[in-house]
């Protein structure tokens, strides 16, 4: 049975079953909306990413926001003053409430990591198609539920990875693809900060506009811990909630960087089979930051200073892909890729970063097809593309299949980290998503969620 083919009555069951109400609109929904129609959207999770997003959504004549979306009043009161200001939105503090009352074909998910495949996932199983920000869940096992529960009811996702969508990066990707450089040996990427498990603290007050339920709404799948600003606002950094999803995270930073990686070695719906942690990980800052001028062959300036003041757990990690191919994640935030990757071959090297390519020889870079640098901001494209396919019903460029294969490699190294054995093979299967000879490894691939913030099943 379809979702377009259930009842109200069934709907008014299922709703009574479940945690979450499935809207009646939806479930009578056909999916896609015509070529000449605009798609109509609403934004869940109203944080300072959203900010940028919602602005971007402005500039795109082909979809509609009807409505915004968030759990904390608060946020949706300074998103209406700063972005929403004399649009016509409407608010909500329960997304289930705005999928139920809006006409939306489609919602972008801008929440907490640890907030984003429920949310994700119980807005596909009512119809929506979706837009979700990376990374795109808080384990591998979860990720794999987003990925089933997109394909049981038909859903469009993208992944908010930009670069595969930014016309430049995709080009270079492609040259490594054909063989530019001969057969791929080895991938260089950084060594991302891992996320910090949460010490205990004493609590504090709520702040104003909050209440019992609204943390114990905002908490979600984690344990319910009393109120702490610091996780409100710093959750990226903290292990539970996220897996180091700050600037130079492992989940921030690396969600971009190794699916840079997965697209250039065409390996977009498929991982590597070996990880050996090379160190244990241990707090130290980015990058050394001597005083020097970048070569022509870094793409990452224009990061290193965002990065020079981060310190965190760090620990270099290697993988190795079924053909040999092998990834070296040991760079620091002072120098190379950032948000790219150095694809190095038999015949040169190719590095690509967020909307730019270098290569040794140089000429690589010489064909007439090269695209230009984007005129527009990077969400522009990639936004456009989600739309786009909702019309049409295509896969979008960063479907949520890639998205699980790039946000596996993250967990992947913070896997292995936990472990904490240096020198040790461990040995994955990227069919089955399991360690092969690694039970320790195995326990990291799924958490305990709470009652009430379960996924559909």
């Known amino acids: 049975m379809t979702i377009t083919q259930i009842s109200r009555r069934t709907a008014v ?11 009646a609109k939806a479930l009578g929904r056909q999916p896609g909306s015509g070529a000449n129609e605009r798609v109509n959207v609403g934004i869940i999770g109203l944080g300072g990413r959203c900010r940028t997003i919602a602005q971007d959504c402005l500039n795109i004549p082909e979809m509609r926001v009807v409505a915004v979306c968030d759990c904390f009043q608060p946020r949706i009161d300074e998103m209406m003053k700063s972005v929403g200001r004399d649009r016509n939105w409407k608010t909500y503090t329960d997304f289930r409430q705005m999928i139920d009352n809006e006409n939306l074909d489609g919602v972008m998910v801008e929440t907490t ?16 198609d979706v837009y979700i920000e990376k990374p795109m869940a808080l384990t591998i096992a979860e990720g794999r539920d987003m990925v089933r529960i997109a394909r049981k009811y038909e859903r469009v996702t ?7 969508s930014i016309p430049l990066n995709n080009w270079g990707s492609d040259l490594v693809k054909s063989g530019a450089i001969g057969r791929i040996k080895t991938v260089l990427a950084p060594n991302f900060v891992g996320p910090v498990p949460w010490t205990p603290q ?26 702490h600003t610091q996780l409100h606002y710093g959750w990226s950094s903290w292990d539970g909630y996220d897996g180091g999803g700050r600037c130079f995270g492992v989940t921030g ?34 990058g050394k930051f001597d005083p020097r001028k ?11 200073g965002m990065t020079q003041e981060v310190i965190g757990p760090r620990g270099r990690v290697r993988m190795r892909y079924a053909n040999g191919t092998e990834l070296q994640l040991h760079l620091d935030g002072d120098w190379g ?26 000429e690589l870079l010489s064909g007439a097809d090269k695209p230009a640098a984007l005129t527009v901001s990077e969400n522009d494209a990639h936004i456009r593309n989600w739309i786009q396919c909702i019309k049409d019903r295509k896969r979008c460029n960063a479907d949520i299949e890639y998205g699980q294969r790039s946000s596996t490699i993250c967990y992947l190294v913070n896997i292995a980290r936990q472990v904490g054995q240096v020198g040790r093979t461990l040995h994955w299967d990227p069919v089955a998503e399991r ?16 009652t009430g913030y379960e996924l559909p099943t």
């Open 13 to 23: 069951k299922v709703a009574a079953a479940a945690p979450l109400l499935i809207s």
């Open 113 to 128: 990591t640890h907030a984003r495949a429920w949310v994700t996932c119980h807005a596909m199983a009512a119809g929506m």
């Open 158 to 164: 993208q992944v908010g990875t930009q670069q595969r």
């Open 202 to 227: 004493a609590a504090q007050p709520l702040p104003a506009g909050g209440s019992n339920h609204w943390w114990d709404t905002w908490t979600n799948q984690a344990p319910l811990r009393p109120y």
């Open 253 to 286: 930073w690396g969600a971009h960087s190794y699916d840079q990686i997965q697209r250039g070695l065409g390996t977009d719906e498929i991982g590597p089979v070996e990880i050996v942690l090379e160190e244990l990980p241990a707090e130290m800052s980015c």
């Open 294 to 304: 970048p070569t022509d062959d870094e793409t990452g300036a224009q990061y290193y």
């Open 337 to 362: 890729p950032g948000l790219g990757c150095i694809f190095i071959g038999e015949k040169g090297k190719i590095e690509i970063n967020r909307d730019k390519v270098a290569a040794n020889p140089a």
């Open 435 to 450: 360690f092969t000879n690694c039970d320790e490894g195995n326990a990291l691939l799924a958490r305990e969620r709470r």
